[in-house]
């Protein structure tokens, strides 16, 4: 049975932090500096729908970890929305997220998934605001952004990773920084990460 996929268009931030170095080799090689993928994400929906559900103003937050690079699959994923969302909405943004309703990413980076844990529904705090970004859910996760510094005259050092436009798979122009604080607790996923990759980028995604 072919189901209709109900079409979205989602406009928003996205703030990226896993294990890799500054800049993340999965953007370069493909492959993680470390081994593994361990990554922690916070997205703010700006503006957005799948259908005839407002998406605009939506938090979410994806604890994810794959045991080898993204692209190898076997990943497990927990997925927490901010508690002030609707039914419609929770029900609208899982099915994108879970790549159900098509289009880039999410259509591809669910096949990587052996496990999704949620979503489940918390307080997410969430501070949008470039390499100075943040978010953070009580008992469970924790992420500070911080600029990279010019080791010689300890000025903000702002690099950007920029793809042709469609050419990144998530987002095209990220703004590098690391994390201060990068940790979660929750269920089979436990790590630290502090001190490692942290990137903010602007999205636009859709099933169109």
Not at 50 to 66: A, E, H, N
Not at 183 to 189: L, N
Request: glycine share 12%; proline share 4%; with cysteine.
């Amino acid at each position: 049975m072919t189901q209709t996929q109900t079409a979205y268009k989602l406009k928003g931030v996205f703030l990226e932090s896993c294990n890799c170095d500054s800049g993340c080799n999965c953007n370069f090689g493909g492959f993680p500096d470390h081994g593994s993928c361990e990554a922690l994400v916070g997205i703010q929906i700006d503006e957005g729908n799948i259908g005839d559900t407002d998406l605009s103003g939506m938090k979410v937050v994806l604890v994810t970890k794959w045991p080898k690079a993204i692209h190898e699959g076997d990943g497990a994923a927990a997925v927490y929305i901010d508690e002030s969302a609707s039914e419609a909405q929770v029900g609208g943004i899982a099915t994108i997220l879970t790549g159900q309703a098509g289009g880039m990413p999410w259509e591809l980076l669910a096949t990587t998934l052996s496990s999704v844990d949620g979503p489940h529904m918390k307080s997410i705090k969430m501070d949008v605001n470039g390499r100075n970004s943040g978010f953070s859910i009580d008992g469970i996760c924790e992420v500070k952004f911080t600029p990279l510094l010019n080791p010689v005259s300890g000025d903000e050092n702002e690099v950007h990773i920029t793809f042709p436009p469609g050419g990144g798979l998530i987002w095209d122009d990220g703004d590098c920084a690391k994390t201060s604080v990068m940790k979660v607790d929750t269920g089979t996923i436990k790590f630290d990460h502090s001190g490692q990759n942290a990137i903010f980028a602007p999205v636009e995604w859709t099933n169109q």
